[in-house]
């Protein structure tokens, strides 16, 4: 079982940056995909961004292209999501978690870290 904790969240103005990291342990971490969450009050969790470990491929939701780059680190086990440009709506609760191969769910998951932008 791979547990994943998030980190480097926290209050920014509208406009700055942020950058997020997943961190893995208690395993050999090889997993298909890793992606990054986030769910605001009164909302629905969605999808943020993710990337394909082996390949390095990576995805965006409309709303993170052009300012969110996702990026892992091989060597840390460790996956990185850098925010650009946020904008009040990208409030939320941001969670990663990992897809142990192509077709399975997204089977293990962070604690989340909490995103606040202000205006």
């Known amino acids: 079982q791979v547990q994943l904790t998030e980190s480097g969240g926290g209050l920014v103005q509208a406009g700055g940056s942020l950058r997020l990291s997943c961190a893995a342990s208690?395993?050999?971490?090889?997993?298909?995909?890793v992606a990054w969450f986030r769910q605001a009050p009164g909302k629905e969790r969605e999808f943020v961004s993710g990337?394909?470990?082996?390949?390095?491929?990576?995805y965006y939701a409309n709303a993170a292209k052009g300012r969110f780059t996702i990026s892992r680190d091989i060597a840390n086990d460790t996956v990185l999501l850098q925010m650009d440009s946020l904008k009040l709506e990208d409030t939320a609760v941001y969670y990663c978690?990992?897809?142990?191969?192509?077709?399975?769910?997204?089977?293990?998951w962070g604690q989340g870290t909490q995103v606040t932008v202000s205006s």
């Open positions: 990337i394909i470990w082996s390949f390095g491929y990576t």
């Open positions: 978690a990992q897809q142990t191969t192509a077709t399975s769910k997204f089977d293990s």
């Open positions: 208690g395993r050999t971490f090889n997993p298909y995909s």
